[in-house]
């Protein structure tokens, strides 16, 4: 089954402790990218991936970083959280950018206390 | 810059039909989108409109008006399953990411 999976769904971790939220996609694509969903301010981009090795920063990178050192797996760390980080995160994946089709994720709920 | 509205939110009732407004400003025009989110969950592709006019698939349909920068989704038959959180969205200038609205909360009822 073509889907994108993500790891941990759930998180609830402290101020500074570094964390990684995993992203794997199985469908051979190109392009994937992180967002956060936070009320009132939609789905925000944190990160993309145009292809392996290459990344660049999305609208709110603040206080993340992502690697792309395969093609299927796209990674979001957050080297010390804060409770601003507090989020709902996903991770979506194209085969390429502008008029194609994202996957989402089913989403990780991140608590930061 | 791009700036999409939408309304916030939306009720009907069962078997209704209802249609949901999106308005966007963007610089390069590539292409609009729809997805459905439940709430919790992710978000599913709906639809992609590039060319003007109405689109229909099944119960969903979905009009773009690129003169205008206008699109609705207009969703036929409602049934409470179709409660749910409803995204309009454009690819930025780059096509390096999706700009989403803030999403319409439609509510369903018996």
């Known amino acids: 089954e073509a889907q994108v999976t993500q790891n941990p769904r759930y998180l609830i971790t402290v101020t500074g402790k570094k964390l990684t939220v995993t992203c794997s996609q199985n469908?051979?694509?190109?392009?994937m990218s992180w967002y956060r969903q936070d009320p009132g301010l939609g789905l925000r981009q944190i990160y993309y991936s145009m292809n392996v090795e290459v990344t660049d920063k999305g609208d709110v990178p603040e206080g993340y970083k992502v690697s792309r050192k395969e093609k299927r797996n796209f990674p979001l760390i957050l080297e010390s959280p804060s409770p601003n980080q507090t989020s709902l995160y996903f991770c979506a994946s194209s085969l390429g950018t502008s008029g194609e089709t994202q996957y989402f994720g089913p989403g990780t709920r991140l608590l930061v206390l | 810059g791009q700036n999409i509205d939408q309304p916030t939110e939306m009720t009907a009732t069962e078997g209704a039909i209802v249609q949901i407004n999106c308005t966007y400003q963007t610089s390069g025009f590539n292409g609009l989108f729809w997805y459905q989110q439940h709430a919790g969950e992710a978000p599913t592709f709906l639809s992609y409109?590039?060319?003007?006019g109405l689109e229909e698939k099944g119960r969903f349909s979905s009009f773009l008006s690129r003169s205008k920068g206008y699109s609705y989704l207009l969703l036929k038959e409602l049934q409470m399953k179709d409660s749910a959180s409803y995204l309009c969205?454009?690819?930025?200038?780059?096509?390096?990411?999706?700009?989403f609205g803030k999403g319409t909360t439609l509510s369903v009822s018996s």
């Open positions: 969205a454009v690819p930025n200038q780059a096509g390096t990411a999706l700009i």
């Open positions: 409109n590039v060319l003007d």
């Open positions: 469908m051979n694509h190109e392009y």
